[in-house]
């Protein structure tokens, strides 16, 4: 089973803190991504990452940036959280038959 | 625009009922679907999918059907049973690769003893 582990269930960060989301997959998958969920929105794509370094905008990239220096791991980056970013974010993998999620980090900026 | 809809923000159904969760798409150009299941502070996981070649796919008390014409896919879970208590998301694919999904905002699924 693919496995994708994210760093930190809960984080409480206060406003205009730099913020890193660590995500990592075991199974050698090209595709990754960072969504956030938040109720009535649904699961927004922030980023998407398609190979080492290579990295897209998703449907919103604003104060967010992402790193992949390797293929296991893709990071999410709040340059400076604003309590607008308080959201449960979710990382993802996949290949060819599906999508592995991690199981989410509820990040609060206070 | 949303070009996956899923109108229903909740829905409450009896143990032991047929529990049908609605998905709407706008984009002709989808050629596969999936519907994912989220517990609170779990990531979503896979439930079952289907391709637009099929009109029906079967696993177990899940179902999902697929109405190309009217842009339309349901979810049928029968019979409902506590543990389906989720949010329940329909997500859609172009040119049949997952490499980007688009969502709906997800229909929370509440089963009553």
């Known amino acids: 089973d693919v496995k994708v582990t994210q760093s930190s269930r809960y984080l409480v960060k206060r406003t205009g803190e730099k913020v890193f989301l660590e995500c990592v997959q075991d199974m050698d998958h090209e595709n990754m991504f960072w969504y956030r969920q938040d109720p009535g929105l649904g699961l927004r794509l922030i980023y998407f990452s398609y190979d080492v370094k290579m990295k897209e905008k998703g449907d919103i990239p604003e104060g967010y940036s992402v790193s992949r220096e390797k293929k296991e791991r893709f990071s999410l980056i709040l340059e400076s959280a604003s309590t607008n970013q308080t959201s449960m974010y979710l990382c993802?993998?996949?290949?060819?038959?599906?999508?592995?999620f991690g199981s989410g980090t509820r990040l609060t900026v206070v | 625009d949303q070009q996956v809809k899923q109108n229903s923000p909740s829905l409450s159904v009896q143990e032991g009922r047929i529990s049908i969760l609605n998905c709407d798409y706008t984009?002709?150009?989808?050629?596969?679907f999936l519907w994912y299941k989220k517990y609170p502070a779990e990531g979503p996981t896979f439930l079952i999918s289907i391709s637009s070649i099929k009109d029906k796919n079967e696993d177990g008390r899940f179902t999902v059907f697929l109405n190309k014409s009217a842009k339309h896919l349901s979810l049928h879970i029968v019979p409902s049973q506590p543990g389906d208590s989720a949010v329940y998301f329909c997500?859609?694919?172009?040119?049949?690769?997952?490499?980007?999904?688009?969502w709906g905002a997800g229909t929370k699924l509440i089963i009553k003893p």
């Open positions: 993802a993998s996949s290949f060819a038959t599906g999508v592995t």
């Open positions: 997500a859609a694919s172009p040119g049949g690769s997952n490499y980007q999904l688009i």
């Open positions: 984009n002709s150009m989808f050629d596969y």
